[in-house]
């Protein structure tokens, strides 16, 4: 299956992998708001634009909203973060992820940068 890494401007990696794609908090992410503390995820999502709020995210330098660089329908989001916001602290794609979402916009992917 065919990956592709690409970044958003606001701190998020974006992971494609076949026809999903997957966001998380990226070391710019990390570095811009410090040792995370705290989330909120808005979970009942089915479905995000681009600019809608992914996460809140309380951190060591910044409290801040993640907005999403993609349109698409959600497949799943990463529940375990609202008991182990640490996770998002990791260099590890594995645990630092948010969502994954799919059905998103031709073209949209391709915009995000492809340097961190």
């Given at each position: 299956m065919e990956k592709e890494m690409r970044y958003s401007?606001?701190?998020?990696?974006?992971?494609?992998e076949g026809d999903n794609y997957r966001m998380g908090l990226s070391e710019k992410g990390q570095d811009d708001l410090g040792e995370v503390m705290f989330v909120e995820l808005p979970n009942t999502l089915a479905e995000v634009k681009e600019n809608d709020v992914l996460l809140g995210v309380e951190g060591a330098k910044a409290v801040t909203e993640l907005l999403s660089p993609l349109t698409g329908i959600v497949v799943q989001f990463h529940t375990e973060l609202t008991d182990n916001p640490e996770k998002l602290n990791s260099t590890d794609k594995k645990d630092n992820w948010i969502l994954e979402v799919k059905d998103v916009e031709p073209g949209a992917f391709e915009k995000l940068s492809a340097e961190v």
């Open positions: 401007e606001n701190g998020l990696w974006i992971l494609k």
